[in-house]
């Protein structure tokens, strides 16, 4: 089975997602980041803005520092479309993006050397960042 402990730190809105991460990142206690957010086109002036850089963020960590991070920020036209895309019954967005940062762990173990890598997975940490509160450019998932 695929045991992680999780760390839980929120954020003002989407677009601090990545900076949090690479704030983690540095301090070299975790291996891998889940993403965590919710920009609503209706409520965000800004938001293919808030979209494109918030993903452009975790993408740059993901490829350019080697980070596993399992990208969980919705991006929806309502807040039912978001209730539905994040329920665990349903879409299950967030469960998603922990399952790919858990694949991407395996695969840097693997990589790397490290014993057990790929098989038996037990991360250590995990980071999931998203946003404190509902804010002008996002809203919270759960």
């Known amino acids: 089975g695929v045991h992680a402990g999780v760390d839980l730190v929120e954020v003002p809105g989407a677009l601090e997602i990545a900076p949090a991460i690479r704030l983690a990142a540095d301090g070299r206690g975790y291996e891998g980041f889940v993403a965590l957010g919710c920009i609503v086109r209706g409520e965000t002036s800004h938001y293919e803005t808030v979209c494109e850089e918030s993903a452009r963020g975790l993408t740059l960590l993901g490829v350019e520092r080697g980070l596993p991070i399992g990208n969980g920020i919705l991006t929806v036209e309502t807040l039912d479309q978001a209730a539905a895309r994040a329920a665990p019954g349903g879409h299950n967005k967030g469960g998603g993006a922990a399952a790919a940062c858990l694949h991407l762990i395996a695969l840097a173990r693997r990589f ?20 404190a509160a509902p804010a ?7």
């Open 136 to 142: 002008a450019d996002t809203s919270t998932t759960a």
């Open 112 to 131: 790397r050397g490290a014993a057990g890598g790929g098989g038996g997975l037990q991360a250590e940490t995990l980071l999931a960042a998203g946003p």
